[in-house]
């Protein structure tokens, strides 16, 4: 089957798919602020730039796309019946990055952590996980 869009309108397609301030990103952010957590964003500094750091606890925690970054859920798990060869390297090479990354940040004495796009789904499921993943802040 062919593609929907010429090479101009796809192009534009993708384009528009954001890599930072996602929808769930901003969930998982809105949610451990509320949890009384402080973090800093996009840390460039550090191997595979997180998307929140939580320096005082050492925590790098990563949003990751089911889609993008090949997740074992029903989403992830899709795969595209065009160009089918391209993007299973694509996924597979952006797995492998993210092993090198979490890799690369342990061995630099942080506790990398990922949150998958389909776990921020519930908002309630989503605070308890990055209280189990991240920590609560002790009360003063």
């Known amino acids: 089957m062919a593609d929907v869009f010429?090479?101009?309108?796809?192009?534009a397609v993708m384009?528009?798919?954001?890599?930072?301030?996602?929808?769930?990103?901003?969930?998982?952010?809105r949610a451990a602020h509320a949890l009384g957590l402080r973090f800093r964003l996009?840390?460039?500094?550090?191997?595979?730039?997180?998307?929140?750091?939580f320096p005082a606890k050492r925590t790098a925690l990563f949003v990751h796309?089911?889609?993008?970054?090949?997740?074992d859920c029903p989403r992830g798990a899709r795969m595209?019946?065009?160009?089918?060869d391209y993007w299973q390297a694509k996924i597979s090479r952006n797995m492998a990055r993210d092993k090198a990354s979490l890799a690369a940040l342990k061995k630099l004495g942080w506790?990398?952590?990922?949150?998958?796009?389909?776990q921020t789904r519930d908002d309630a499921a989503l605070s308890r996980l990055i209280s189990r993943q991240v920590?609560?802040?002790?009360?003063?």
């Open 135 to 140: 920590g609560k802040r002790a009360s003063t």
């Open 6 to 11: 010429d090479p101009e309108q796809r192009s």
């Open 42 to 53: 996009h840390r460039s500094d550090l191997p595979g730039k997180p998307d929140l750091v």
């Open 80 to 84: 595209p019946q065009n160009n089918r």
């Open 111 to 118: 506790t990398p952590r990922v949150i998958w796009e389909c």
């Open 15 to 29: 384009r528009a798919v954001k890599s930072r301030d996602t929808a769930p990103e901003m969930k998982v952010r």
């Open 65 to 71: 796309g089911c889609f993008w970054h090949g997740h």
